[in-house]
């Protein structure tokens, strides 16, 4: 019995001392204790052990969730769950807002309110009156050979291109009123200021050889009249002594000038001619009777700034066919349809141009700092039904051109008038046939637009026509027979905006580059924040709170104690089992391991058979005993393998 003592004291790492009556006195009240109530006893702890592991992630999600209502009512919560739900409701409302951004797009809507013409509005202001600086270039066709090419000596007129003369434009919208279908009435304005600073050296008082327009349009108009009329004119001319190239000055030439033609003509062919001097850039900054009505935006903001109809239809009196008159949607230069990507085209409307001319996507670029699309007007665009069917309706009355011109004669007072691109660029053969010095280049003779595709805003501007006289049979008219049958280039301009002016500059790319990214990264801002408040409220809610409570409510009742005994490495707590019936004998709580107790009672008490027990028993005591029966336990190796660490952890041994 001592041996099974020493034993026990050696696995308990304490002393034990008592007598052998005292020893066998406990194990004979040890084995009246009811095995059913220690096993009992072991299906609790086991199945405490169990309980938390069986909580799945749902049961833990309600628990947590009800846990910290409940503390809540009861005002237990403290000041950290205060911080978390202070984090939830902004990690809800980042998401919130962040929804909002998606959904409503702020910008859009300032960018309507800023795009709507509407009375006082900032576009709307900068639309009626813009602040670029628009110039109008201009290349006059001196004629080198004048009294050469009269005399019968050469039979082609030489050409030499002179100029820039630049002008400066002031464009301005007039309103008269705002109507109620979302337009508003117009009158064009376009008045010019000589810019001699641009000129290049060139002046208005420059003295050029240039063809006599007011005699070479009188010739033209009556050849085709009978025989009196011819007559009538002839001896008209011969009174004048009018030759059809002249000396005059670059300004008479395109501003106007008096001529006793002219003033003969108003008389001899009333309510033909209603000036008395003609002006080639005069006439054609002619506004007088012009009117217009413009979309707002307010039905379609991509049309804000277009034109609805020009002088009361949406169609040009000029052309048969809605290919060839249609104005409506067409741009007259400040502000093109919006919202367009690199397969739509645009129109652009001039009165010098006589039609609405489409523009087409050629490249992408940037432009003053922003974003733009390179347009440009498509091939055979001058075309007169010979490579384009539709394109017949620009013959007038019956009558084609050749390729690239249009004969826009009603719209210069029935002078004999076609518009080119400069130099003939990308026409036929037949228009070089009687002049020399031209050279098309389609680098300065194409026209070209950077247009915002977006808000439409144009940001450089080269619009570069050339207007000829496209003269008939004239060879019953007197002094003009060697012009017959002629294409004579007059001018070139090119309509010219470089870039905005800095503070449009500056504001347009706060607009247009600026404003979009600051409401991406606002909206990718707050979704992330409030994913990132809601995701650290979820987590410590879960890990942080409530399994810390559930560890603070099961640990000691539930999991073993695992803590390691004296620093010793190898051995850890037994499971602890309440035994009640030894509360009165043992003074000491008594750790067991139940497995080994039912071993001990159910062999027989033999020193061998104890020495077979795969567990332990302790017993401590705190009665007086002689120095000579406390003896330390021994473990003593019965080959059965048992291993105290990993049993335990498998046991989950609890303390009482």
């Known amino acids: 019995m001592k041996d099974f003592v020493r034993i026990l004291n050696q696995i308990s790492n304490r002393k034990y001392s008592a007598t052998d009556k005292d020893v066998n006195e406990t194990l004979n009240r040890l084995k009246r204790i009811d095995l059913e109530k220690i096993d009992s006893n072991y299906a609790e702890c086991e199945g405490l052990n169990a309980k938390f592991e069986e909580i799945d992630f749902n049961d833990r999600k309600d628990a947590i969730i009800n846990r910290l209502f409940e503390r809540r009512r009861k005002g237990q919560v403290a000041r950290q769950p205060k911080c978390l739900f202070l984090w939830l409701m902004l990690g809800f409302f980042a998401l919130g807002a962040g929804c909002f951004v998606l959904l409503a797009k702020p910008y859009d809507f300032f960018f309507k309110q800023k795009i709507l013409l509407q009375d006082g509005g900032e576009i709307f202001e900068m639309w009626r009156k813009p602040e670029v600086e628009l110039y109008a270039r201009i290349y006059l066709f001196n004629i080198t050979n004048a009294e050469e090419y009269m005399s019968g000596k050469e039979n082609k007129i030489k050409l030499k291109e002179v100029g820039p003369y630049v002008y400066r434009e002031y464009l301005e919208h007039k309103i008269t009123k705002f109507n109620d279908n979302g337009t508003l009435s117009v009158i064009p304005e376009h008045p010019l200021t000589w810019v001699e600073e641009l000129s290049e050296g060139h002046k ?46 670059a300004k008479e030439f395109m501003m106007g000038y008096k001529s006793q033609l002219m003033t003969l003509g108003n008389t001899f062919l009333p309510g033909w001619i209603s000036f008395d001097k003609l002006g080639l850039i005069d006439r054609m900054y002619d506004f007088n009777g012009d009117y217009e009505t413009i979309f707002t935006g307010a039905t379609d903001i991509r049309y804000s700034g277009l034109i609805d109809t020009y002088r009361g239809s949406t169609d040009l009196p000029q052309w048969e066919g809605k290919h060839c008159s249609n104005v409506q949607y067409a741009s007259d230069g400040t502000k093109f349809r919006g919202r367009v990507g690199m397969n739509d085209t645009l129109l652009f409307y001039r009165r010098s141009l006589c039609r609405a001319a489409p523009l087409i996507p050629t490249e992408e670029g940037v432009k003053s700092g922003i974003m733009a699309y390179k347009y440009t007007f498509p091939e055979h665009m001058l075309d007169n039904g010979k490579y384009l069917e539709e394109n017949k309706c620009f013959c007038r009355k019956g009558h084609c051109l050749p390729d690239g011109v249009l004969d826009v004669t009603d719209c210069y007072y029935g002078f004999p008038i076609a518009l080119s691109y400069p130099h003939f660029y ?150 602890e089992i309440p035994l009640n019936d030894c509360d009165n004998i043992v003074k000491a709580p ?67």
């Open 204 to 249: 208005e008082d420059d003295v050029l050889f240039l063809p006599h327009i007011a005699l070479l349009s009188i010739a033209n108009v009556v050849s085709k009249q009978s025989l009196l009329t011819r007559f009538g004119l002839n001896r008209l001319i011969t009174f004048t002594n009018s030759q059809p190239l002249a000396k005059m000055t």
């Open 426 to 575: 990308q026409g036929e053969d037949i228009l070089f046939s009687k002049v020399e010095g031209l050279s098309p280049n389609k680098e300065k003779h194409e026209t070209r637009f950077w247009i915002q595709p977006d808000t439409g805003l144009p940001l450089d501007v080269s619009s570069k026509f050339q207007i000829n006289m496209a003269l008939g049979d004239i060879s019953m008219i007197q002094n003009t027979e060697r012009f017959s049958n002629m294409f004579l280039p007059l001018l070139w301009f090119d309509i010219r905006m470089y870039t905005l002016p800095p503070n449009l500059e500056q504001r347009f790319q706060l607009y247009i580059n600026i404003l979009p990214i600051v409401e991406q990264v606002a909206m990718y801002t707050l979704f992330i924040a409030g994913s990132v408040l809601i995701l650290l409220t979820v987590y410590t809610l879960t890990f942080k709170v409530m399994f810390k409570t559930l560890d603070k409510k099961f640990g000691t009742e539930m999991w073993c104690n695992k803590e390691k005994k004296h620093g010793d490495s190898n051995i850890y707590a037994p499971c």
């Open 590 to 656: 008594i750790k067991i391991n139940i497995g080994s107790v039912k071993n001990i009672f159910d062999r027989k008490t033999s020193v061998d058979e104890q020495n077979d027990t795969k567990g332990y028993l302790v017993v401590n005591q705190n009665d007086e005993v002689n120095d000579d029966d406390c003896k330390y336990l021994e473990i003593i190796d019965d080959g059965s393998e048992f291993d105290l660490r990993t049993d335990c952890e498998k046991s989950d041994y609890r303390d009482v």
